[in-house]
């Protein structure tokens, strides 16, 4: 589902890299959790999955969609298969918590008809469809937060990526919120958080991969608890064969 062979990014004027040769693999229907310090690869990663960066090397699948063959003027349609939640919501100030969702699919092309059946049913899992008509300015932010969650996946992605979806909301909020990002991997949807929040992480005891320095230096498949000093992982030897054409077919076609 997500496949990073050996992905290595620096940024222009920087020293050291922010990804450092790392691989990962993502099962369907994960719930992982990334960690990591501020400035240890996270946000950078996540931007690889996006297509935000591309890296100076290595191979990125995603869905069985390799980037490397993503051409740039097909790159809305490639995201438009993925779910995004940031901290900061991202809603249209002017629409309606109805029309912020609907946005999203009128962007995605559907139908006017597909629209009004779709919306209800969104705003009923996320628990705002008697907030549909009201602004963002008139929400909390937990409710702000369940809004952007709903745009994220009314076009039912198989890939939900939320970056800090919890950092500004306060503790009874933030449990709700990561109770609704379950709620979504229990209907069979991917799910990758990058978070702070220690206590999160270890409540829920999923999959937990930390990076420290641009490396994955600890990846707990189960059970996993928050934890951010480990030695760093040697994914595989030089004359191993790399894990891209180990763990899946890909496909080379255009989106």
């Known amino acids: ?3 990073l062979d050996q992905v290595s990014k620096t940024y ?28 240890a690869g996270k946000s950078t990663l996540m931007k690889m999955i996006t297509k935000e960066e591309i890296p100076d090397s290595g191979k990125i ?53 597909e629209i009004d059946k779709t919306v209800p049913k ?4 996320v628990g705002l469809l008697d907030a549909a008509k009201k602004f963002p300015r008139e929400l909390s932010g937990g409710m702000a937060q369940r809004v952007s969650i709903a745009r994220s996946v009314a ?20 449990g709700e919120i990561i109770d609704l990002l379950q709620k979504i991997n229990d209907f069979g949807t991917t799910v990758l958080v990058t978070t702070h929040d220690e206590n999160i992480v270890n409540n829920l005891q999923k999959r937990v991969v930390t990076l420290k320095n641009g490396k994955i230096v600890s990846d707990q498949k189960n059970r996993g608890v928050y934890k951010l000093d480990a030695t760093p992982i040697v994914t595989r030897t030089p004359l191993e064969k790399p894990i891209s054409q180990r763990v899946v077919r ?3 076609r255009v989106i």
Request: charged share 25%; no cysteine.
């Open 61 to 113: 699948i995603i869905g069985g969609i390799d980037l490397d063959y993503v051409k740039k003027r097909y790159i809305p349609h490639y995201r438009r298969r993925l779910g995004v939640v940031y901290q900061d919501f991202k809603l249209l100030p002017s629409r309606t918590v109805y029309e912020n969702v609907a946005f999203a699919l009128e962007i995605a092309g559907m139908s006017n008809r």
């Open 155 to 174: 076009r039912q992605p198989k890939i939900l990526i939320a970056d800090e979806p919890t950092g500004n909301l306060d503790k009874i909020t933030r």
């Open 122 to 125: 969104v705003l009923e899992l």
């Open 12 to 39: 222009r004027g920087d020293t050291y890299p922010a990804l450092d040769h790392v691989s990962l693999h993502i099962e369907p229907n994960e719930f992982v959790f990334l960690v990591g310090q501020s400035g």
């Open 250 to 252: 890909t496909t080379r």
């Open 1 to 3: 589902m997500i496949l």
